[in-house]
Structures are given as structure tokens and as C-alpha cells.
């Protein structure tokens, strides 16, 4: 019913940027929140940043003042640009969207396959 695909990942080196996409599709009537997670390998799944369709943001402290999360409510698309990026930022980076769906006028929490990140020289 509802889609979530992410775009973005890729090999950068230490200090460099990389911008993630995540654009939800399908029986969508509303977006709450959209965000972005992460999973190292052997770790838990963690919050990077998430936005409101009010424009309100969360981030994890280990990002503050490198990602910024922006969203297009229009095209129920999320962004996340990462900057400065370290060795610990590699991970699977995970979309998430909470939706109200118009077939079954339910919220639904909707995840994407993932897209890797890995920041390596």
C-alpha cells in the first residue's frame, strides 16, 4: 500500500558529504513524521533525525551541527544532507515515514530497504 525507497548511499572519504533522498509513494492521505536511522553492523538500529510535517526536527547528538533533515511535503519526500562525515557514520541508513493511509485510514509506520553508507579513505 505504501512505499518508502531510498537513494544516496555510497563509498566518501572521511570529511566529505553525501545527500540521501527517501520519497514515499502509494495509498499515502497524510505524512506525520519522516526520519532517518542508521545500523552499524553488530549495533542497534539508532535515530539519526527525524522532521514533522510542521517542519520540527530531532536530531541525535552525534550529528548535530553536520546533518540537516528537510523534507518536501508536496512530493512526501525526505532529505538528508550529511556533512563532515566520520568512519563512525557508516552504517545502513533507514527511512521511516508514519502515515495515514487512505485505504485504511489507519497510521502505519513504513520503513525502506536501506541504502549503505560507508566513509572510508
Known amino acids: 500500500q505504501v512505499q518508502v525507497v531510498e537513494s544516496g548511499g555510497g563509498l566518501v572519504q572521511p570529511g566529505g558529504s553525501l545527500r540521501l533522498s527517501c520519497a514515499a509513494s502509494?495509498?499515502?492521505?497524510?505524512?506525520?513524521?519522516m526520519g532517518w536511522y542508521r545500523q552499524a553492523p553488530g549495533k542497534q538500529r539508532e535515530l539519526v533525525a527525524t522532521?514533522?510535517?510542521?517542519?520540527?526536527?530531532n536530531y541525535a547528538d552525534s550529528v548535530k551541527g553536520r546533518f540537516t533533515i528537510s523534507r518536501d511535503n508536496a512530493k512526501n519526500t525526505v532529505y538528508l544532507q550529511m556533512n563532515s562525515l566520520k568512519p563512525e557514520d557508516t552504517a545502513v541508513y533507514y527511512c521511516?515515514?508514519?502515515?495515514?493511509?487512505?485505504?485504511?485510514?489507519?497510521?502505519?509506520?513504513?520503513w525502506g530497504q536501506g541504502t549503505q553508507v560507508t566513509v572510508s579513505s
Open positions: 521511516n515515514a508514519d502515515v495515514w493511509t487512505s485505504a485504511t485510514m489507519k497510521w502505519g509506520d513504513y
Open positions: 502509494g495509498s499515502i492521505f497524510s505524512i506525520y513524521t
Open positions: 522532521a514533522t510535517s510542521g517542519s520540527s526536527t
